[in-house]
């Protein structure tokens, strides 16, 4: 082979395998999230792709040109590391980008952001809402409402529940205090069942999800309800909703009984 193409082709190997190592990078960095509000867990991890010894991975926070923390964090054996921090305390004030800057060994540097919000930031509403039972007249739902506005609450008779619209400018929750007269979920026995949660995501997408419940008496059911940025509308399937509906419906059940008695009879009749 012609020595300058044998050269030619050595160089070409070189450049594109030294290129392929230039593009993985040692170190990766993520947060759990890429919004927080204070007083939130926030988990910093990542992988090594090549440990160096018994190096420590080097964590440093900074809001601006401040540092918010700094630590010093272990690698696996399987090259990954992990730190929690709780957002609050005297630094955590303002609210914005942080930056996330992690180092290991000498010039192996990643980056990652995001964003915080102090409580005092935080959009948060506690208020009563009066829903509309139609012909039953109304009853107040006591709620709070952290990372959005609660824009509606309405009776679905068809789900034995409530349909809630939401303004979601953020991930947060919704607390509700169900008044069992109006709305509950029952077991035959009579013990509590759990309600069932439907969330609209902002694709229109509806998923199931879960619930925290805090307060049960003979009165009412304090629910927690987390929600996401983008979420549209929550609904809340019970076993029944105002019991005058159910009423409603007995009494349309035993007038159409009646009438198929008196029909038949009256049928009976002419045939003799």
Do not use: C
């Not at 923390?69 to 957002?87: L, M, P, R």
């Not at 980008?97 to 540097?109: A, D, P, R």
């Not at 948060?124 to 824009?151: C, H």
């Amino acid at each position: 082979m012609d020595f300058r193409i044998f050269t030619t082709l050595m160089i070409l190997i070189f450049v594109s395998t030294g290129t392929a190592f230039a593009l993985t990078p040692l170190i990766s960095v993520q947060t759990d999230d890429d919004n927080y509000d204070e007083g939130d867990t926030i988990v910093i991890s990542g992988e090594i792709a090549t440990i160096i010894g018994d190096t420590q991975v080097t964590l440093q926070l900074f809001k601006g040109g401040n540092m918010v923390e700094i630590a010093q964090i272990k690698v696996s054996t399987d090259g990954n590391y992990s730190h929690t921090i709780i957002a609050e305390g005297s630094l955590w004030k303002n609210q914005g980008e942080y930056v996330v800057k992690v180092t290991y060994g000498e010039g192996n540097i990643a980056e990652t952001t995001f964003l915080f919000t102090p409580q005092s930031e935080v959009l948060e509403t506690t208020d009563i809402f009066e829903v509309n039972a139609a012909d039953s007249g109304t009853f107040d739902i006591r709620y709070t409402i952290r990372g959005g506005t609660l824009l509606d609450i309405s009776i679905d008779e068809n789900i034995f529940g409530l349909v809630i619209k939401i303004d979601a400018s953020d991930e947060g929750k919704l607390v509700l205090d169900l008044p069992r007269k109006y709305i509950d979920a029952e077991k035959q026995n009579g013990k509590d069942e759990v309600f069932i949660i439907l969330v609209e995501k902002q694709n229109e997408e509806i998923i199931e999800t879960t619930y925290q419940e805090s307060i049960s008496n003979s009165d009412v059911r304090t629910i927690t309800i987390n929600f996401e940025e983008g979420d549209s509308q929550i609904q809340i399937i019970g076993t029944y909703v105002i019991p005058e509906f159910g009423a409603i419906v007995m009494v349309i059940l035993m007038v159409g009984i009646f009438a198929s008695i008196l029909l038949t009879k009256n049928r009976f009749q002419i045939k003799i």
